[in-house]
Protein backbone atom coordinates (compact mmCIF):
# COMPACT_ATOMS: atom_id res chain seq x y z
CA UNK A 1 0.00 0.00 0.00
CA UNK A 2 1.82 3.33 -0.75
CA UNK A 3 1.52 5.85 1.65
CA UNK A 4 -0.83 9.41 1.88
CA UNK A 5 0.22 12.19 -0.81
CA UNK A 6 2.25 14.24 1.99
CA UNK A 7 5.48 12.16 1.74
CA UNK A 8 5.65 12.89 -2.22
CA UNK A 9 8.50 14.18 -3.19
CA UNK A 10 7.73 15.46 -7.44
CA UNK A 11 10.96 15.43 -9.74
CA UNK A 12 11.18 16.23 -13.40
CA UNK A 13 13.07 13.17 -14.88
CA UNK A 14 14.02 14.17 -18.64
CA UNK A 15 12.33 15.87 -21.48
CA UNK A 16 10.73 14.29 -24.74
CA UNK A 17 8.84 15.80 -27.40
CA UNK A 18 7.09 18.68 -25.99
CA UNK A 19 5.84 17.23 -22.28
CA UNK A 20 8.38 16.29 -19.61
CA UNK A 21 8.12 12.88 -18.16
CA UNK A 22 8.19 13.82 -14.42
CA UNK A 23 8.22 11.45 -11.16
CA UNK A 24 6.53 10.91 -7.93
CA UNK A 25 8.45 9.08 -5.45
CA UNK A 26 6.13 8.58 -2.17
CA UNK A 27 8.48 6.81 0.36
CA UNK A 28 10.79 5.15 -1.78
CA UNK A 29 8.10 3.67 -4.65
CA UNK A 30 8.91 5.95 -7.71
CA UNK A 31 6.44 6.32 -10.59
CA UNK A 32 6.24 8.11 -13.88
CA UNK A 33 3.50 10.23 -15.90
CA UNK A 34 3.25 13.02 -18.42
CA UNK A 35 1.20 15.99 -18.06
CA UNK A 36 0.14 18.18 -20.93
CA UNK A 37 -1.43 21.36 -20.38
CA UNK A 38 -2.64 23.09 -22.58
CA UNK A 39 -1.08 26.48 -24.27
CA UNK A 40 -4.58 28.14 -23.58
CA UNK A 41 -4.52 27.18 -20.00
CA UNK A 42 -4.71 29.78 -17.87
CA UNK A 43 -3.75 29.76 -14.14
CA UNK A 44 -6.79 29.47 -11.78
CA UNK A 45 -9.24 28.63 -14.85
CA UNK A 46 -11.51 25.75 -14.52
CA UNK A 47 -10.67 22.36 -16.66
CA UNK A 48 -11.24 18.91 -16.78
CA UNK A 49 -8.12 16.27 -16.39
CA UNK A 50 -8.20 12.77 -18.31
CA UNK A 51 -6.13 10.36 -17.18
CA UNK A 52 -5.26 7.95 -20.42
CA UNK A 53 -3.65 4.61 -19.25
CA UNK A 54 -1.20 3.00 -21.70
CA UNK A 55 -1.78 -0.81 -22.90
CA UNK A 56 0.14 -3.39 -21.43
CA UNK A 57 3.78 -3.09 -22.59
CA UNK A 58 3.48 0.32 -23.62
CA UNK A 59 4.08 3.92 -21.75
CA UNK A 60 3.15 7.27 -21.57
CA UNK A 61 4.46 8.45 -24.70
CA UNK A 62 3.11 5.44 -27.00
CA UNK A 63 -0.52 6.19 -25.30
CA UNK A 64 0.00 9.85 -26.24
CA UNK A 65 0.65 8.58 -29.68
CA UNK A 66 -1.77 6.50 -30.17
CA UNK A 67 -5.25 8.43 -28.46
CA UNK A 68 -4.36 11.43 -30.04
CA UNK A 69 -5.08 13.29 -26.48
CA UNK A 70 -2.64 15.96 -26.91
CA UNK A 71 -4.13 17.59 -29.89
CA UNK A 72 -8.14 17.49 -28.26
CA UNK A 73 -6.38 18.85 -25.45
CA UNK A 74 -4.67 21.92 -26.69
CA UNK A 75 -8.04 22.36 -29.09
CA UNK A 76 -10.72 22.52 -25.89
CA UNK A 77 -8.69 23.28 -22.77
CA UNK A 78 -8.42 20.37 -20.73
CA UNK A 79 -5.70 18.74 -18.67
CA UNK A 80 -4.35 15.10 -20.23
CA UNK A 81 -2.10 13.05 -18.15
CA UNK A 82 -0.18 9.72 -19.22
CA UNK A 83 0.81 7.87 -16.28
CA UNK A 84 3.45 5.17 -16.35
CA UNK A 85 3.05 1.48 -15.08
CA UNK A 86 5.66 -0.66 -14.10
CA UNK A 87 8.02 -3.79 -14.76
CA UNK A 88 10.95 -5.56 -12.72
CA UNK A 89 13.25 -2.94 -13.99
CA UNK A 90 13.08 0.73 -13.70
CA UNK A 91 12.54 1.46 -17.52
CA UNK A 92 9.60 2.60 -19.98
CA UNK A 93 9.24 -0.97 -21.86
CA UNK A 94 7.03 -3.76 -21.24
CA UNK A 95 4.90 -1.40 -18.26
CA UNK A 96 1.37 -3.14 -17.06
CA UNK A 97 -1.15 -2.45 -14.86
CA UNK A 98 -2.56 -4.45 -11.62
CA UNK A 99 -6.44 -4.69 -12.86
CA UNK A 100 -7.29 -7.22 -10.57
CA UNK A 101 -6.61 -10.73 -12.77
CA UNK A 102 -3.64 -8.98 -15.52
CA UNK A 103 -0.74 -8.32 -16.06
CA UNK A 104 2.65 -9.15 -16.42
CA UNK A 105 5.26 -7.84 -13.15
CA UNK A 106 2.37 -5.71 -11.80
CA UNK A 107 0.26 -8.36 -10.71
CA UNK A 108 3.09 -10.58 -10.02
CA UNK A 109 4.38 -7.65 -7.79
CA UNK A 110 0.60 -7.05 -6.75
CA UNK A 111 1.83 -3.37 -7.38
CA UNK A 112 -1.11 -0.64 -5.74
CA UNK A 113 -1.88 0.83 -9.20
CA UNK A 114 -5.07 2.06 -7.72
CA UNK A 115 -3.47 4.38 -4.93
CA UNK A 116 -0.72 5.44 -7.47
CA UNK A 117 -3.79 6.74 -9.86
CA UNK A 118 -5.38 8.49 -7.01
CA UNK A 119 -2.59 10.41 -5.29
CA UNK A 120 -1.53 11.57 -9.23
CA UNK A 121 -5.10 12.44 -9.71
CA UNK A 122 -5.38 14.39 -5.81
CA UNK A 123 -1.67 16.01 -6.79
CA UNK A 124 -3.08 17.35 -10.01
CA UNK A 125 -6.17 18.63 -8.79
CA UNK A 126 -4.02 20.13 -5.68
CA UNK A 127 -2.09 22.25 -8.89
CA UNK A 128 -5.27 23.27 -11.32
CA UNK A 129 -8.38 23.95 -10.82
CA UNK A 130 -9.97 20.93 -12.00
CA UNK A 131 -13.55 20.13 -12.17
CA UNK A 132 -14.31 16.97 -13.00
CA UNK A 133 -12.13 13.55 -13.55
CA UNK A 134 -12.21 10.88 -16.63
CA UNK A 135 -10.63 7.51 -17.03
CA UNK A 136 -9.53 6.09 -19.86
CA UNK A 137 -7.48 3.70 -21.28
CA UNK A 138 -6.87 0.73 -23.82
CA UNK A 139 -6.04 -3.47 -23.40
CA UNK A 140 -4.85 -3.47 -19.84
CA UNK A 141 -5.16 -0.10 -19.61
CA UNK A 142 -8.64 -0.33 -20.15
CA UNK A 143 -9.06 -3.25 -17.30
CA UNK A 144 -7.40 -0.67 -15.29
CA UNK A 145 -9.90 1.69 -15.93
CA UNK A 146 -12.54 -0.71 -15.09
CA UNK A 147 -10.99 -1.21 -11.86
CA UNK A 148 -10.72 2.40 -11.24
CA UNK A 149 -14.02 3.02 -11.74
CA UNK A 150 -14.86 0.31 -8.96
CA UNK A 151 -12.39 1.49 -6.31
CA UNK A 152 -12.09 5.42 -6.83
CA UNK A 153 -16.08 6.29 -8.08
CA UNK A 154 -15.70 9.14 -5.14
CA UNK A 155 -12.91 11.39 -6.92
CA UNK A 156 -13.38 10.11 -10.64
CA UNK A 157 -16.86 11.59 -12.77
CA UNK A 158 -16.46 9.09 -15.71
CA UNK A 159 -14.57 6.44 -17.27
CA UNK A 160 -14.21 5.28 -21.28
CA UNK A 161 -12.67 1.82 -21.54
CA UNK A 162 -10.81 0.65 -24.74
CA UNK A 163 -10.29 -3.07 -25.86
CA UNK A 164 -10.58 -4.17 -22.04
CA UNK A 165 -12.89 -6.40 -19.48
CA UNK A 166 -14.49 -5.45 -16.27
CA UNK A 167 -12.30 -8.62 -14.33
CA UNK A 168 -12.65 -7.21 -10.72
CA UNK A 169 -13.91 -9.89 -8.74
CA UNK A 170 -16.32 -7.07 -6.82
CA UNK A 171 -16.80 -3.85 -8.30
CA UNK A 172 -18.62 -1.70 -5.75
CA UNK A 173 -18.59 1.87 -7.10
CA UNK A 174 -18.95 4.70 -4.88
CA UNK A 175 -21.23 6.73 -7.03
CA UNK A 176 -22.68 6.23 -10.44
CA UNK A 177 -20.58 7.28 -13.43
CA UNK A 178 -20.75 8.19 -17.01
CA UNK A 179 -19.78 5.60 -18.65
CA UNK A 180 -18.60 4.56 -22.63
CA UNK A 181 -17.61 1.67 -23.90
CA UNK A 182 -14.87 0.94 -26.65
CA UNK A 183 -14.84 -2.83 -28.32
CA UNK A 184 -14.28 -4.26 -31.23
CA UNK A 185 -15.87 -7.83 -31.90
CA UNK A 186 -13.00 -9.37 -33.36
CA UNK A 187 -10.60 -8.47 -30.77
CA UNK A 188 -8.29 -11.62 -30.66
CA UNK A 189 -6.57 -9.80 -27.27
CA UNK A 190 -9.55 -9.46 -24.87
CA UNK A 191 -12.62 -11.49 -26.66
CA UNK A 192 -16.00 -9.41 -27.29
CA UNK A 193 -18.01 -12.19 -25.67
CA UNK A 194 -15.73 -13.20 -22.51
CA UNK A 195 -13.44 -15.87 -22.20
CA UNK A 196 -9.68 -17.12 -22.69
CA UNK A 197 -7.82 -14.92 -24.90
CA UNK A 198 -6.85 -16.02 -28.42
CA UNK A 199 -3.58 -13.96 -28.68
CA UNK A 200 -1.92 -13.90 -25.28
CA UNK A 201 0.35 -11.68 -24.63
CA UNK A 202 0.54 -12.10 -20.76
CA UNK A 203 2.08 -15.47 -19.35
CA UNK A 204 -0.85 -15.59 -16.80
CA UNK A 205 -3.72 -17.50 -17.41
CA UNK A 206 -6.62 -15.45 -17.89
CA UNK A 207 -10.20 -15.31 -18.08
CA UNK A 208 -12.22 -12.20 -18.88
CA UNK A 209 -15.61 -11.13 -18.82
CA UNK A 210 -17.85 -9.92 -21.54
CA UNK A 211 -18.80 -6.53 -23.29
CA UNK A 212 -22.28 -7.71 -22.41
CA UNK A 213 -21.23 -8.41 -18.38
CA UNK A 214 -19.70 -4.82 -18.34
CA UNK A 215 -22.88 -3.50 -19.87
CA UNK A 216 -25.16 -5.04 -17.62
CA UNK A 217 -23.54 -4.23 -14.57
CA UNK A 218 -23.62 -0.04 -15.12
CA UNK A 219 -27.37 -0.62 -16.64
CA UNK A 220 -28.05 -1.40 -13.18
CA UNK A 221 -25.64 0.46 -11.41
CA UNK A 222 -26.89 3.50 -13.01
CA UNK A 223 -30.81 2.26 -12.56
CA UNK A 224 -30.63 2.31 -17.12
CA UNK A 225 -33.76 1.90 -19.09
CA UNK A 226 -34.73 1.93 -22.64
CA UNK A 227 -32.20 0.44 -24.51
CA UNK A 228 -31.70 2.01 -27.93
CA UNK A 229 -29.11 0.18 -30.65
CA UNK A 230 -28.11 2.17 -33.47
CA UNK A 231 -26.19 0.76 -36.54
CA UNK A 232 -24.42 3.08 -38.81
CA UNK A 233 -21.68 1.46 -41.20
CA UNK A 234 -19.65 -1.14 -38.92
CA UNK A 235 -20.11 0.73 -35.37
CA UNK A 236 -23.01 -0.05 -33.42
CA UNK A 237 -24.00 2.40 -30.59
CA UNK A 238 -26.38 1.17 -27.74
CA UNK A 239 -27.43 3.94 -25.66
CA UNK A 240 -29.71 4.06 -22.26
CA UNK A 241 -31.85 6.90 -20.19
CA UNK A 242 -30.41 6.46 -16.94
CA UNK A 243 -31.31 7.55 -13.93
CA UNK A 244 -27.99 8.81 -12.85
CA UNK A 245 -24.72 8.88 -15.14
CA UNK A 246 -24.92 8.07 -18.47
CA UNK A 247 -24.15 4.63 -20.38
CA UNK A 248 -23.27 4.04 -24.12
CA UNK A 249 -21.30 1.20 -25.12
CA UNK A 250 -19.96 1.20 -28.77
CA UNK A 251 -18.98 -1.63 -31.02
CA UNK A 252 -17.26 -2.51 -34.34
CA UNK A 253 -17.89 -5.12 -36.31
CA UNK A 254 -14.48 -6.75 -37.70
CA UNK A 255 -12.61 -4.61 -35.44
CA UNK A 256 -9.64 -6.16 -33.91
CA UNK A 257 -7.74 -4.96 -30.25
CA UNK A 258 -7.33 -1.63 -31.64
CA UNK A 259 -8.08 2.42 -30.12
CA UNK A 260 -10.92 3.06 -32.96
CA UNK A 261 -9.70 5.83 -35.01
CA UNK A 262 -6.39 5.95 -33.47
CA UNK A 263 -2.49 5.13 -34.16
CA UNK A 264 -1.54 1.32 -33.72
CA UNK A 265 -0.02 0.96 -30.76
CA UNK A 266 2.81 -1.29 -32.40
CA UNK A 267 4.03 -1.73 -35.57
CA UNK A 268 2.73 -5.53 -35.69
CA UNK A 269 -0.58 -4.32 -34.36
CA UNK A 270 -4.10 -4.72 -35.57
CA UNK A 271 -5.16 -1.74 -37.69
CA UNK A 272 -7.66 0.83 -36.30
CA UNK A 273 -11.19 1.43 -37.90
CA UNK A 274 -11.46 5.39 -39.05
CA UNK A 275 -15.00 5.12 -39.16
CA UNK A 276 -15.07 6.33 -35.91
CA UNK A 277 -12.65 8.25 -33.40
CA UNK A 278 -12.77 6.81 -29.82
CA UNK A 279 -11.39 10.11 -28.60
CA UNK A 280 -13.56 12.27 -30.54
CA UNK A 281 -16.61 9.83 -29.14
CA UNK A 282 -16.04 9.81 -25.83
CA UNK A 283 -14.89 13.64 -24.97
CA UNK A 284 -18.33 14.25 -26.99
CA UNK A 285 -20.14 12.05 -24.34
CA UNK A 286 -18.46 13.46 -21.47
CA UNK A 287 -18.94 16.93 -22.85
Not at 103 to 117: I, N, R, S
Request: with cysteine.
Amino acid sequence: MLPIMSGCLFLVRRALADDAVKEITIQGVTRRYILHVPEKYKPGSESNLVVMLHGGGGNGRNAEQMSGFRERSDRDGFLVVYPYGTNRLFDEKLLTWNAGNCCGAALDQKVDDVTFLRQLILFIKNQYNVKKVYVTGMSNGGMMTYRMACESADIIDGIAPVAGALNVPACNPARPLDVIIFHGREDKHVLYEGGEPQVKADSHARVDRSVGFAETFWQKRNGCRDRKAVKAGKVERVSYTCDAGKLTIISIDDEGHTWPGGAKGFFGADTPTQEISATDAMLQFWK
